[in-house]
């Protein structure tokens, strides 16, 4: 289901309706990563500018060493808890779908990640989203192009940038500093963030929509056909979660299905479920359970009701958006009660929470109007 105002958005005037030429546009972000999420954002960004007018395409980067380390993860999310034999056909399918689908992008001809040196010329360059800055990645963790160090352009643009789980009260050293200042415009897309670069810098970064909330009605995904389910998104869920997800689903006769990843509470697992699967499976869906943060926002764009459980890795991300969109409730906690979680995946979001999307999309419709002038 569209939000209210996606088809205000897709009949808005372009950005720059009146340039003599299309501006070209390089967008470096995660697009390479065996992640729902990090697909859709990737995805959502450089066609939402090519639909605002601009030539956009996804900078395609490439490392062997991040190349091996995510088909590692893909095949292995759970470690140290290993994959089953079955398990791995699934998620090997999985793999090949991500492939297939990050080649269909409009992509730059190949750069080696650690010389962004060879990127090629833009008119501008837009780093973000996704957690490009995130130190603590385990494999994009300081490389460097995502802040900006060797590339050549005549301007360099973040768009909801995000530390991720590099906490702000580490801040960083005079090297990222300085990167980060030699930013012609910055945007973040959580408060983390917002505190990292306002405590390095000194600048005020504006707290700007993910692609996948920005450009929703990019997301057109017809929903899946079949018995009435609920949807499963992460992995390692505590025990106390798994409880009460079992306890509502069975109240409800619901199927519960796990996408991406296998969950032995869930009666079906679809390890081998594609980028356009998942959008499908979060469209049909009658309520989400997750743990990750686009888990959350594929629930708002659909309006479906959902309960988020936060983890360490993920808890700056998941956390400030509740807050920033005027939703704590949604995410549970072992205290929660059952009446409360129940209420949670029998209710979409209240009528506010899409309001403050909406207000969040024309301010990051400003930001990246200045940003791009």
Known sequence: ??????????????????????????????????????????????????????????????????????????????????????????????????????????????????RPEEIGDYDAIVVGSDEVWNLSHPWYGGARAFYGDGVETPR???????????????????????????????????RNSYWLVNGTTGREPPLVLDPCLQFADLIDAEPSDGEPYALVYGHSFPKW???????????????LCSVGYHNDFADEQLLEAGPLEFARLMRGARAVITTYFHGCVFALLNRKPFAAAVTDYRRNKVSDLAATLTMPARIVGEATPQRTFDRLLDREPPPRVFERIAEAREQSRDYLRAALA
Request: with cysteine; hydrophobic share 40%.
């Open 1 to 114: 289901m569209k939000l209210p105002d996606q088809r205000e958005q897709a009949d808005a005037e372009p950005l720059f309706p009146d340039m003599s030429r299309r501006r070209k546009i390089g967008v470096l972000t995660f697009h390479k990563c065996i992640n729902y999420g990090s697909y859709w954002q990737a995805r959502c960004l450089v066609e939402g500018l090519r639909r605002e007018g601009f030539d956009a395409e996804l900078i395609d980067h490439h490392s062997d060493r991040v190349a091996r380390a995510e088909a590692r993860c893909a095949l292995q999310p759970m470690l140290p808890v290993r994959s089953a034999r079955d398990q791995m056909h699934g998620y090997a399918a999985k793999i090949r779908k991500f492939l297939g689908a990050c080649a269909r992008l409009p992509l730059s001809p190949p750069v080696p990640l650690e």
């Open 156 to 190: 360099l643009i973040a768009y909801a940038g995000s530390f991720g789980s590099y906490s702000c009260h580490w801040g960083l050293d005079e090297y990222w500093t300085g990167l980060l200042k030699g930013f012609d415009a910055l945007s973040v897309r959580d």
């Open 241 to 255: 979660l798994v409880a009460r997800v079992i306890r509502w689903a069975q109240a409800h006769g619901l199927r």
